[in-house]
Structures are given as C-alpha cells and as structure tokens.
C-alpha cells in the first residue's frame, strides 16, 4: 500500500508540473492554478548561531536639511526608535539654497558664512534620538567660476580654489564643534558627495573621465584635511559611488587611490576612509536587476579588499525602486510603492542584507508623508519589526526541507536567536516580481529549540499585509472619487499621498484630507498575536498560509 501511495504522490507532482509548464508557456506571469501548490518548509536548528546581525535599517535620508523637523508626529509609533543617522543630502553647497553663506552669490566676500540651517538640521537629527551623516557637498555656487547646474538642481564643477574649499570646509567642522562639542561631533559619519562618479552630480569642466576622476580624489582629500584639522584625525569618513551601473569613471580607481595613491594634501600615500556605499535600484516592481544589492556591495568590497583596504562598513546609501506607474510629471518613485508587494520586496532585501554582510541601506521615505508624519506604510512595519525581532541576534542560518512553487515567486526567511534574552525570530516573505501576483504560501517553520526550553513556549506572531495597510484602501477610494494619475507630481504608486511631491493637485489633496484621511488610523496598523505552543521533542512547529507579498514575523520566547 506504502508503496502505491508513493507512486500516485509522484505522479500527481509530476502532474501539478506539467500544469505548472504549461501554463507557463500559455499564459506567462500568471497564477492561475491552485495555491496548493505553492509552499515551503524550512528548518531551524538554534544550535547553530553565527554572527551578530546589525540594524539594517538604521540610515534615512533628507534631501533637505530644512525637511528634518525636531518633533514627530507618527500615529503608531517613532520610527526614530530604529533609525540611527540621518543623511542630510548635499547639504553644505551646491546651489542658492543649500550655500551656506549670508550672500550665496556675493563673489566678492568668501567668508560671509551662514551656517545656522545646517546647525538646526543637525540640532533637530539628535533630538529624533539619531545621528547626523552629512554629505558634504555640492561645491557653492561662488566657489566656482560659471558653476554649472546639473540635473539635480546642483553644481557639478570643482572649486577653482581647492585651498578656498578647504577653509569653507574647515569653518563649517568649526562651526558644529562650538555648537555641539568635539567629543560628540566626532561620533558623526561625514560623506564626500553622492554618487561621485556621476556626472550627473559632479565632472571636470572638460568632462573628461580621467581629469574628473582627479577632481574628485582632490575635493576628497581636502574636505577630508580640513574635517581632519578640526574633528579629528579619526574622523568617521567615507563616499557613496553609483556602483549599481556604470560611471564616467571606474570607481575602483577611487578605491585605489585611498588605499595607495598620493593624497593631493599630504603628499603622503593614501587617504583615510572609513565606509564605501552605493546606489542600489531596481527599474520596477516588476523588472529586477539581474545583479542585486549584494553583487553590487559585493563586487565594491571585492576592489577594496584587493586594493588593501579592510574593516570598512558596507552600506546603501539611497535605492530600492526606481519607477512604477507615471503620475502628472514623471514615474520617478526613488523609494517605495505604497501596495503590499513593498513589504516581500524589502524583506527579501533585508535578507540580501544578513546573508551577505550588508550594514545598511537607507531609506527615503516610510510613511504617507515620507517620514516625518503621516500613517506608517508596510515599509515601515517591515523595518521596525526587522529592528525589533531580528537585529542585534546571532543569525541562524537555516534548510529548505520542502518547496514547490509558482514560478518566479520566492519564499524565503531570516532567523537568529539572543541566548540573553532567550528569544528566537524569524522573518519569513512570499515574493513575486508582479503585479498579479495572487498565490499564498503553505508555510511551515520546524525550529530546534535550545536544551532546557520547557514545555511551552510564547510565540508573538504579526504579519505584514494588506490587513496592515492603508494604501489599498487608498487605491480604492480615490478611484471611486476620480482622483487620477494627473493628480499627482511623481506615482499614484507613491505612499507618500501627503507630501507635495506626491499629491499635488489641490482639489484632490483638500479631498484627501478633509474625507478620507482619518478613516486609514486602523487600516495601518500592525495587529499583534500571542500564543502558547507545545514543544515537542525540542521542537515547535510555525505554519501559515502567507498571502501574496506579505511578510510575517515572529517572536519566541523561551
């Protein structure tokens, strides 16, 4: 009989694969055979802890230093209990609004410094519990002769004056250490420009790959003399390139320049350098890269460990989704999507993340208005549980036992256990790169439990879904209102409806807020469930039906 058995359960998965194959062929991306299927089951043995995962999660980035306020206003909850810097973005030049002098165009006077938006940006950045990243740059406009604005609203020439730079540099470090001390400034991370081998953002007058690549080691090395001079000679330093796709120049040349050229101050070898970061997007929600966020930090920690360069943090410094579906202006998302699918997406990042020594990577925006305000977004559920049940655990790495699955999706989880706390969390997502997705997942987790765990254990259980987030219900509404793609500056696809660069159109933004807003309190939030399980034989036993793009995360006590 066993063996009857055995043989119909083989055909009938060959059967089911077959069907799978087939429909492939007819009808690609689609979903349409039954979600028995698509499961997976895993196992975790906690004897078998490895390092420390650190918060992934820890950077945000301001494009304004005027955007960081110095009070949240967050519905659930802070998300600054997780965020530990804040990059505030070009935030000592570039253009009329970001110089900081009295007179930004004023040639004639070089020292009229006004530094009080960067010192209130800052002041604001601790006061959320975090610390400032300041990327310096772009070069100020008078600093500069004809600066020329690029894309980004900002200069992209060198200074004519390295020296000049050096001393405008100086007297911002200066500046901070008055007003918040040495002994503090120097806990903060200070980057050179971003994406330094974009044109986009900063090249030689000429345009020239080589003499731009030049210019930048130079702006480096004097920004970092004149932090030096000031903070320190243990400054925390480092620079953000593109990395995700090709430059004007080879950032591997930069590398080698820290680690063995001559620093154009010093004359002596080598520049210090404390972190490298790239960009990391994917095109869409449905169009991945074929190389993901590890073989990019990957393959930019590869040329700085062969150049000599070692104990460097890795991280993201801006990234995540590029475009989605187009708005009155532009289908530019740089961050999110508001629909679940953000939730897997970012699970399956944090994954990449841990699995391949990843630091961080920084986010633009968590709620419906960005950061600073507004209703949490799946995003943000999807970081602060990260923080809270995963970060800080010696991570267990762990074995698929069992998967059949829709093509193209991907079932996944992180673990790691606390041995001083006697918690073990898990994190598991079903991901698919479509819209259409429409499959849930049979889950099943069997965890080895360390010796002496007892009978029972308490297991905390919250899953990130459509049931935690508002913007389905946003969707839905302003559809039935006409509220349309015209309406907004950049993607309907943006959760951040609340911020001007997203809903612009103000018949549609006063409808929003004077009848719809406040009926998303309970749409976004994360609901918590406890419960008491049997261990058996040293085990538990964690089984779900996970819905299409969701992520759960659970927490065991024992």
Known sequence: MGSSNNFFSRLNAMFISFLLFISNLLFPGSDWIADRINDASFFVDTANAGAIMGNKVSNFNAWSSLSVPAETAYVNANPMQFVEYIQLMQCTGGSEERDLFQDPLDRTVLDDYDFSSL????????????????????????????????????????????????????????????????????????????????SDWFMARSGNPQESFVAYCKLYDYTLAALQSVVGPEVIIGAHAMAVSE???????????????????????????????ASYYDSSPTKLRDNNVADVVNALRAKAESAGLSGLLYGVDEGRIYGSAKGGVDSQLLRIVGQTYQASYDARMLRLQVENGIDYFSSWGYTSDAMFGGYPSVAYHVAEQYANVLSGKNHLPHTLTKQHKIPGAEVDLVAGIDETTRTVGVMVYNFKPAWNYTIAADLRVDIK?????????????????????????????????????????????DPAVESFTTLQAPWARDFYFEN???????????????????????????????PPYAAVFYEISY
């Open 247 to 277: 430059g004007l120049w080879d950032e591997g040349k930069f590398i080698e320049h820290c680690a063995t050229g001559t620093n154009w101050v010093t004359g002596e070898t080598g520049s210090r350098i404390c972190f490298l970061t």
């Open 516 to 546: 719809l807003r406040d009926s998303y309190i309970e749409a976004s939030r994360l609901v918590s469930e406890t419960t008491a399980y049997a261990v058996t034989n040293g085990q538990i036993t964690l089984a779900t039906k996970l």
């Open 449 to 493: 439990l360390p010796a002496g765990s007892g009978d029972t254990v308490i297991v905390t259980c919250r899953i990130v879904d459509d049931n935690a987030n508002f913007f389905d219900e946003w969707e839905a509404d302003r559809k039935a209102n006409n509220i349309g793609a015209d309406a907004f500056a950049w993607s309907c696809d």
């Open 119 to 198: 010192i209130t940006a800052c002041r604001n950045v601790l006061a959320l519990g975090a610390k400032p990243h300041i990327k310096t740059g772009n070069v100020p406009l008078k600093l500069t002769t004809n600066p020329k604005i690029g894309v980004f609203g900002v200069n992209v020439y060198p200074p004519d004056d390295y020296n000049q730079y050096y001393t405008y540099i100086a007297a911002i470090a200066a500046a901070l250490v008055q007003e918040f001390g040495l002994a503090e400034v120097q806990t903060w991370r200070f980057g050179v420009l971003t994406e330094f081998e974009n």
